[in-house]
């Protein structure tokens, strides 16, 4: 029987450019604003080796989110009193990765500070 972490892998994965593959990813609350309205998400937040994607499944809906690593600022890590929090600085809008409990995480972060600002054909395959 597949955890929620891999079913919530398996659903993403459906909608991956050719050639994209999971690099890392944290599990959390994703914070961002939609339609003028801050919400606040639980699922997971992959780095692949071509954008940053959010999945997240509630009853029959499914939400996902991407963010092109072109339009990273920075990335900044904080500890918080229930987890870490991962603060994503982006050109249109920012979003954030709440209540992260992870040990990959400073992979995670460092992988994405590696690649910010970095055009589709500048990132590996």
Same mark, same amino acid.
């Given at each position: 029987?597949?955890?929620?972490?891999?079913?919530?892998?398996?659903?993403?994965? $459906?909608?991956?450019?050719?050639?994209?593959?999971?690099?890392?990813?944290?599990?959390?609350?994703?914070? $961002?604003?939609?339609?003028?309205?801050?919400?606040?998400?639980?699922?997971?937040?992959?780095?692949?080796?071509?954008?940053?994607?959010?999945?997240?499944?509630?009853?029959?809906?499914?939400?996902?989110?991407?963010?092109?690593?072109?339009?990273?600022?920075?990335?900044?890590?904080?500890?918080?009193?229930?987890?870490?929090?991962?603060?994503?600085?982006?050109?249109?809008?920012?979003?954030?990765?709440?209540?992260?409990?992870?040990?990959?995480?400073?992979?995670?972060?460092?992988?994405?500070?590696?690649?910010?600002?970095?055009?589709?054909?500048?990132? $590996?395959?």
């Amino acid at each position: 029987m597949l955890t929620k972490v891999e079913k919530l892998l398996e659903i993403s994965k $459906k909608g991956f450019e050719s050639n994209e593959e999971i690099v890392h990813y944290i599990y959390g609350a994703y914070e $961002k604003v939609f339609n003028g309205k801050s919400t606040l998400r639980t699922g997971i937040l992959i780095a692949t080796n071509k954008k940053i994607r959010f999945c997240s499944k509630r009853f029959f809906t499914v939400f996902n989110d991407v963010v092109e690593y072109e339009d990273l600022y920075n990335v900044e890590l904080s500890q918080e009193k229930f987890g870490d929090k991962v603060f994503i600085h982006c050109k249109k809008q920012s979003c954030s990765m709440r209540f992260v409990e992870d040990q990959n995480l400073i992979k995670f972060v460092d992988f994405i500070k590696e690649n910010k600002g970095k055009r589709k054909q500048q990132l $590996k395959d």
